[in-house]
């Protein structure tokens, strides 16, 4: 799992690979056509005031996303490039767990050795986060809430 930078090239084909409440989106984009086959797809995490992030896989974008909403929405933008969003921090220990494996060269061996824990609580950490950010995500739907732009 890991997130690449974001600097979508000029001519990529562009797909809409999830759709979240509040203009909150992944988009696919395939730039084989420009790099040749060995390039796969990226995914693109983008929301209303947040910078936009690519990730090689989609669920790390997805996993991104679920932390997006566990948080209220952060910004990753000023807090450097190793930096932790101060909302995510605030947030818990399973947030920050799940927030830190979507970050480039970090996996559940690295982030169960940065808490002094074993892999199967971080999975755990990560489906306490998936499942929130879920009932989150059905609650602004059930309530019919549009975005704040």
């Known amino acids: 799992m890991s997130r ?13 690979h999830r759709e979240y ?15 040749g086959d060995d ?3 990226r995914y693109r995490f ?10 090689e896989a989609a669920e790390t974008a997805e996993l991104y996303a679920d932390v997006y909403f566990d948080t209220n929405g952060f910004q990753e933008a000023g807090t450097g490039d190793r930096g932790i ?29 940065f808490f ?10 990560v489906s306490w986060v998936q499942d929130r950010a879920e009932e989150i995500r ?3 739907e059930a309530e019919g809430i549009e975005s704040a732009d």
Do not use: N
Not at 21 to 35: A, C, M, Y
Not at 46 to 55: L, R, S
Not at 116 to 125: D, M
């Open 116 to 125: 002094g824990k074993k892999p199967s609580r971080i999975q755990r950490y």
């Open 138 to 140: 059905a609650g602004v």
């Open 21 to 35: 409440p509040l203009d909150v989106r992944i988009v696919e984009v395939d730039e084989s056509e420009q790099h």
């Open 46 to 55: 983008e929301a209303p005031q947040h910078v936009e992030i690519e990730f």
């Open 85 to 113: 969003p101060p909302e995510v921090v605030q947030a818990g220990r399973d947030t920050l767990a799940a927030y830190m494996l979507t970050q480039p060269m970090a996996d559940e061996y690295f982030v169960a050795s």
């Open 39 to 41: 390039v796969g797809p």
């Open 4 to 16: 690449a930078d974001s600097h979508p090239p000029d001519s990529t084909a562009e797909s809409i």
